[in-house]
């Protein structure tokens, strides 16, 4: 699968999934994109810590306080990236436990 130069490619495994964004996308919205499941129950307010992804490969930006703080708060580890806080500006690797083989 090819895309246009410059739009981002998010790679979901297991299974290989992908989907390409615009850059500056919210990685939650890339995730529901891609038609997989991922838990939101605080509307991506980065309240309920819920969105935690493990990120395989890619650059993603610094960890603002306000997500370590509901990472924190809602126990979720260090790790992991909550996908409400992310924005997509270049190819990345995404997983998450429950995925299975999406």
């Not at 130069?5 to 891609?34: N, Q």
């Not at 809602?74 to 436990?97: F, M, P, Q, S």
Request: hydrophobic share 40%.
């Amino acid at each position: 699968m090819s895309y246009p130069e410059g739009v981002p490619v998010v790679i979901f495994h297991p299974g290989g999934r992908s989907a390409d964004v615009k850059k500056g996308t919210l990685l939650i919205d890339a995730v529901r994109r891609a038609g997989l499941p991922i838990a939101s129950p605080c509307g991506d307010d980065l309240v309920c810590g819920r969105c935690g992804v493990r990120v395989l490969s890619g650059r993603v930006t610094r960890e603002a306080p306000i997500e370590r703080r509901a990472k924190l708060r809602n126990r979720v580890d260090g790790a992991l990236r909550l996908a409400c806080a992310v924005r997509v500006h270049d190819d990345l690797e995404i997983t998450a436990d429950y995925w299975g083989e999406a």
